[in-house]
């Protein structure tokens, strides 16, 4: 039957279609591209030597691009250092991927690898709500685009054009433009083409977490879990706001522990726990309650699909649950207590130790009382020895610790390895020494401030050892292939802890309260533009929040404007002040990146205007996205009369801070902003450092915004609804939020019906799906294109995943 269907497959009839829709995409794409290259203002030869070889790659390789585009996703994207936010570099990369796929599908066809069923199939409820999502997409998409602008340089400064249609829209069209090839990838190769799926999004998973932590190092330090910073890894779209950062985390951690799962080789097991160990560390450092709720939804969803799979080889696993739940619970809450204790060190002291007595767990089982009696007393004078050297080295404790749970760690590796369980006495005298080791360290840490919870925690191991040792049933088996999965709980209780227990976490979760009133508060406020029966029905149009906020409320408190001001030859930048002011550092900024090794001093010069008295201030900072440090500036008293005033200033402040070393060098801009409730225009801006090397680019805005950004540190709400279903209800009406809701029932309902929930994708689609749905709750997600297209992707594959029969 396989064979007779891949014949079929292969027939001219069933090809001309995929052919027909691959030349007419290529098309397409390479317009696409044309017209991106003709504007994009960074180096167009390097950027077009790297699509070049992309799609070379595609198009030899067509399903690279499963692997490649998820690990790409996060981090292509330059829009601080271009300018451009209306086309991307995330553009021309599902540009050069459709163009690929096109040439391919339209010249020669991959071959059918699949054997057996595909895990995909064309379903009536999937084609249903998708095209009632294109739908929506379309009209509310023209009702954004109305009416069309003057297509110059002005229409792309900032998200009150109407061209923001276009660049909300593009996120959807482009996905339903890729999603047929995917879908014909993964029904030729099948479960083949789902692992190299699985694979992409896990180490875009991983690419993602290592900019963030990236941007930790560089700025508020791997450790520093009290300053206000929340991280933004490489995605540019939060720079007023958002949680793009958030979604893109949400939905594709469940891949990275299907991966984990999957992995057969050693190599693949620990590189997915440190992908998983170093993506925690980006989900935990975002600081943010609504991740924090996301994970636990979609790791309980996860639970949940196991618990309802028909027993079979893994019931026997599940019958010890109870003992890996024992051990679970008790090495985090150990966790909890020795971070108390010994801070980081004696928190990973600890976690040490827990993996060793899980790797020690059958030697504790088969041993007699009375050897692991003699083997606690070995242990105990093993740990005053160690307690001698504590006292006669400076790093004593440490040293200790480094000796006993290596030699532990050596025994019970080779005892698994070989198969030969090690003498309980032996293994209960070095673990013993290990958990005395392990206090130390907390103690030395800790100045002895905290010794009665570091005896604690290790008490919680002790004692699940001891029950280990008289249950007449093992309550864990140690498998050394599974060690990663020990791993894994406690790098994602360590992370937990470490960042709940922070005195910066533990004031955002104080005003939980607070601010889900004005949370709500604003949901109505932004419900309440929708007024007109047309409106209601379909939408303002996408991309419109921002425009109908600004417009449409009384006293919106929005923090400023730009506007590109004259032609060609006469521009200039109109930079607007708060309509009034909310707060310290609540206005809109300006910027350009400058080079991270400029030298003070710094000079400014440029032309400014004002009909009113104003101030306009100039600051060099190191500053990623949104959080400036070590600024050193300066602000300009223009009179008002609207005459042109030629302006300049020396930077002013201590260049100690801006110039620290450090590693990896921190990034750097320049950021206009004015102080007041007037409008100021600006041209000719330059900026020298202290070796007068100009540091700035399009200073007379000739080239409209290259090489200008623009952010809003703090006040945010001006341009999400910070709800997904609520935005989609103002840009789409009740059309696209019916079409959403729809959408994501069927998939939830798909996922969990037999057949389909057997598949081992199943839980984990559901759980991205509930993940970024949690994130939506507090934000709106759809208003970024890279978040749109991956849901897209992600919603299209739950609805068409299937079982196949065997």
């Known amino acids: 039957m396989a064979s007779a269907a891949h014949s079929h497959s292969g027939t001219p009839h069933s090809t001309i279609g995929p052919r027909l829709y691959g030349s007419l995409v290529a098309l397409l794409a390479l317009a696409g591209l044309a017209g991106w290259f003709v504007v994009y203002p960074l180096d167009r030869w390097l950027a077009a030597a790297l699509l070049a070889t992309y799609v070379a790659l595609v198009v030899f390789r067509p399903a690279s691009c499963l692997l490649m585009l998820p690990i790409l996703w996060p981090v292509v994207d330059l829009a601080p250092w271009s300018g451009h936010i209306y086309l991307n570099e995330s553009d021309a990369l599902v540009l050069a991927t459709l163009l690929a796929l096109g040439l391919r599908e339209s010249v020669a066809p991959p071959p059918v690898t699949l054997t057996g069923r595909a895990p995909v199939r064309l379903n009536l409820g999937a084609v249903s709500v998708f095209g009632l999502l294109a739908v929506s997409v379309a009209v509310s998409g023209a009702r954004g685009l109305s009416p069309l602008p003057v297509l110059d340089a002005a229409a792309l400064v900032g998200y009150g054009s109407t061209l923001n249609a276009l660049r909300v829209g593009k996120g959807f069209v482009l996905a339903f433009a890729l999603i047929p090839f995917i879908h014909l990838a993964i029904r030729r190769d099948g479960e083949i083409a789902l692992g190299r799926l699985v694979a992409g999004f896990t180490f875009g998973f991983a690419t993602c977490a290592v900019a963030a932590l990236w941007e930790r190092l560089s700025f508020p330090g791997f450790t520093n879990f009290a300053t206000d910073y929340r991280s933004t890894a490489l995605f540019w779209e939060m720079h007023v706001g958002g949680a793009a950062l958030d979604a893109w985390l949400c939905l594709s951690f469940p891949f990275s522990l299907l991966y984990l799962r999957m992995a057969r080789s050693p190599l693949a097991r620990v590189t997915g726990l440190v992908v998983i160990a170093i993506g925690s560390y980006a989900l935990f450092t975002t600081f943010s309650r609504i991740v924090y709720a996301a994970v636990l939804a979609s790791g309980a969803l996860i639970g949940l699909v196991a618990m309802l799979q028909p027993a079979g080889p893994a019931a026997q696993a599940r019958e010890r649950s109870g003992g890996v739940a024992l051990l679970a619970g008790g090495a985090l809450a150990g966790c909890l207590l020795s971070f ?13 130790l827990v993996m060793l007595a899980y790797l020690g767990g059958a030697s504790l089982h088969g041993g007699r009382g009375a050897q692991l009696l003699i083997g606690g007393v070995a242990g105990m004078a093993l740990a005053g020895l160690g307690l001698l050297v504590a006292l006669w080295l400076p790093k004593g404790p440490y040293l200790a610790y480094a000796v006993s749970a290596g030699l532990t760690g050596l025994l019970l590796i080779n005892g698994l390895r070989r198969q030969a369980s090690p003498a309980p006495a032996l293994v209960a005298a070095l673990l013993v020494w290990t958990a005395a080791s392990a206090v130390l360290v907390s103690v030395h840490w800790g100045e002895g ?44 209780g360590g992370m937990a802890i470490a960042t709940l227990g922070s005195d910066y976490m533990g004031s955002r979760l104080a005003t939980t309260g607070d601010d889900l009133h004005s949370r709500s508060a604003h949901f109505t406020q932004s419900a309440g533009m929708v007024q007109g029966p047309g409106a209601v029905l379909f939408g303002l149009g996408l991309g419109r929040y921002p425009d109908s906020y600004f417009w449409k409320l009384p006293d919106p408190g929005v923090p400023g404007f730009l506007a590109l001001q004259g032609g060609v030859g006469e521009r200039s930048m109109r930079i607007g002040g708060e309509r009034h002011t909310l707060g310290y550092g609540e206005v809109l900024r300006l910027t350009q990146r400058i080079p991270t090794d400029a030298m003070a001093p710094f000079h400014f010069r440029l032309r400014a205007r004002s009909d009113v008295d104003m101030t306009l201030h100039l600051a060099l900072c190191r500053k990623h996205l949104l959080y400036p440090e070590d600024c050193l500036g300066s602000a300009a008293n223009l009179k008002g009369g609207g005459a042109w005033q030629d302006i300049e200033l020396k930077a002013q402040g201590s260049a100690e801070g801006f110039s620290r070393p450090g590693w990896p060098r921190r990034p750097a801009s320049l950021a206009l902003y004015v102080d007041g409730h007037g409008q100021v225009d600006v041209d000719d801006v330059q900026a020298f450092d202290g070796q007068l090397r100009p540091l700035l680019r399009n200073g007379d805005f000739e080239r409209g915004v290259d090489f ?30 019916a079409a959403l809701l729809l959408a994501l029932l069927t998939a939830v309902v798909h996922l969990l019906r037999l057949p389909t929930r057997l598949h081992p994708l199943a839980p984990i689609l559901l759980a991205a799906l509930v993940g970024v749905a949690t994130v939506g709750l507090v934000d709106s997600l759809l208003d970024m294109p890279r978040i749109t297209l991956m849901i897209m992707l992600v919603l299209w594959l739950a609805l068409s995943l299937r079982q196949p029969q065997r």
């Open 449 to 492: 401030k905290h010794v009665p919870e570091a005896l604690l925690a290790v008490g919680l191991v002790v004692a699940v050892m001891l029950t280990q040792s008289v249950s007449p049933r093992p309550l864990w088996v140690p498998r050394l292939h599974r060690l990663h999965v020990v791993g894994g709980v406690l790098a994602l």
């Open 708 to 737: 200008w950004f623009f952010s809003s540190d703090r006040d945010h709400l001006p341009w999400h609804a910070k709800n997904v279903f609520v935005h989609t209800y103002v840009e789409q009406g009740v059309l696209g939020l």
């Open 340 to 352: 108390q204790a010994g801070g980081y060190r004696g928190m990973a002291a600890y976690a040490g």
